[in-house]
Nanobody, 122 residues
């Protein structure tokens, strides 16, 4: 069984920083895109940032310049460094990975984490 598990959420004051981590585990041959999404109460889940295996990144306009996504391919782990946090960043943050369990797999398997709460409040 393959899973991704997030960690690092919590309560932080406006202007503060947090670092989220997410590790994919199980029988994995290769991981392609890894990403962070978030969902605030009453809103749809939205993409925060993603990163390819080669290190190419994409950010939503709302976090550009404040958040940094990175990954360690050897550990199948992705990170999200969040700086200058705002109350509107409050949400459940979900990790996402596209992976293959075997070299013979013909399709990519999308895997979601359970989410970690980030609350920005004074």
């Amino acid at each position: 069984q393959v899973q991704v598990v997030e960690s690092g959420g919590g309560l932080v004051q406006p202007g503060g920083s947090l670092r989220l981590s997410c590790a994919a585990s199980g029988i994995i041959f290769v991981v392609d895109i890894m990403a962070w999404y978030r969902q605030a109460p009453g809103k749809q889940r939205e993409l925060v940032a993603n990163i390819t295996a080669g290190g190419r990144t994409t950010y939503s306009d709302s976090v550009k310049g404040r958040f940094t996504i990175s990954r360690d391919n050897a550990k199948n782990t992705v990170y999200l460094e969040m700086d200058s946090l705002k109350p509107e960043d409050t949400a459940v943050y979900y990790c996402y990975a596209d992976l293959k369990r075997s070299r013979y797999s013909t399709v990519w398997l999308p895997v979601w984490g359970q989410g970690t709460q980030v609350t920005v409040s004074s």
